[in-house]
Nanobody
Framework: QVQVVESGGGLVQAGGSLSVSCAAS?????????MAWFRQSPGAEREFVGG????????YYSDSVKGRFTVSKDNAKNTVDLRMNNLKPEDTATYYC????????????????????WGQGTQVAVSS
């Protein structure tokens, strides 16, 4: 059974930076699996942040974070990391790691229903 677990997060001032990591474990994790980060703030729907493939390659982002956030595969740690720069109060949310046991293209990555494995989430709070 493949599982994903988030780590990192915390409280940071506006304009600051923070990283969260997603570790995937299980009997077999294929390079073609899609990994993504979503976030959800109270009263709002879950929102796509960015995604890539377990084997690495291009990354895709929502317009709200493009240019500030980076999704990347760390082969040494075997994680997919989300680096968040120039954080804003509106970035405050619970951040979830999601895994799809399929290759999703950039247009499909934002569709949360395509992901079958989710982490428990990690809190990110940005103070003004």
């Amino acid at each position: 059974q493949v599982q994903v677990v988030e780590s990192g997060g915390g409280l940071v001032q506006a304009g600051g930076s923070l990283s969260v990591s997603c570790a995937a474990s299980g009997p077999m994790i294929f390079n073609y699996y899609t990994m993504a980060w979503f976030r959800q703030s109270p009263g709002a729907e879950r929102e796509f942040v960015g995604g890539t493939w377990w084997g690495g390659g291009s990354s895709y982002y929502s317009d709200s974070v493009k240019g500030r956030f980076t999704v990347s595969k760390d082969n040494a740690k075997n994680t997919v990391d989300l680096r968040m720069n120039n954080l804003k109060p509106e970035d405050t949310a619970t951040y979830y790691c999601a895994l799809a046991t399929a290759t999703l293209n950039g247009g499909q990555m934002p569709e949360s229903s395509r992901y079958n494995i989710w982490g428990q989430g990690t809190q990110v709070a940005v103070s003004s």
